[in-house]
């Protein structure tokens, strides 16, 4: 069995087992994250809340990571061509109104909320505290609504934070620069599947 059939049958196992991810309709909460976060525009209310909080260059950062990170992961997806999960049947997927036709690689969600959630993460520490969630909540939204791969989503995920990473200047350092290979060693097998 190659890479890609391995990493193949663990994103379907991961979908289809109802143990690990339920069928049911999501939790409203789960549904409202996956809609709202569409385009970016959940982060931009937390922009609002941050700079509230006294955090305005924290703000700024984090918009800047993800105003960046957007477009790069649409054209990363207009490279890579992989199908999304047929789960049309399913409740979990039915509860989205959108019905997504791009590349499902990588989550432009995954990958807009990591770089905003690392980009607050560099910054600040007590802001990622409330931040993180929901970038986890964002992330698994995509994964319970099975409108993406496990894969596509962990993908977006290690883009989203490098691009912060790179935002943040950081990249020059040689504990950055290995950072950035462990997360590229970890996306790379995603790329050669045009499944």
Sequence with gaps: MTGEDELAELDADSLHNSEVLPTRRPHPVIIAASLTARGG???????????????????????????????????????VHRRRPQAAGIPARQALP??????????????????FGTATALADREAAVFVTPLVLLVAYSRLRARVHWPTDVLGGLAIGALVALAQA??????????????LAAMVRPVFSDHS
């Design 169 to 182: 200047g950081i990249g020059r350092s040689a504990r950055a620069r290995a950072t950035a290979c462990r």
């Design 98 to 115: 959108e019905h997504p036709d791009s590349s499902s690689f990588p989550s432009k969600h995954a990958v807009t909320a990591a770089a």
């Design 41 to 79: 525009l959940l982060w931009i209310p937390v922009v609002g809340l941050l700079a509230v909080a006294g955090k305005p260059e924290v703000a700024k950062k984090a918009l800047g990571a993800a105003v960046i990170a957007m477009p790069i992961g649409h054209l990363i997806s207009l490279v």
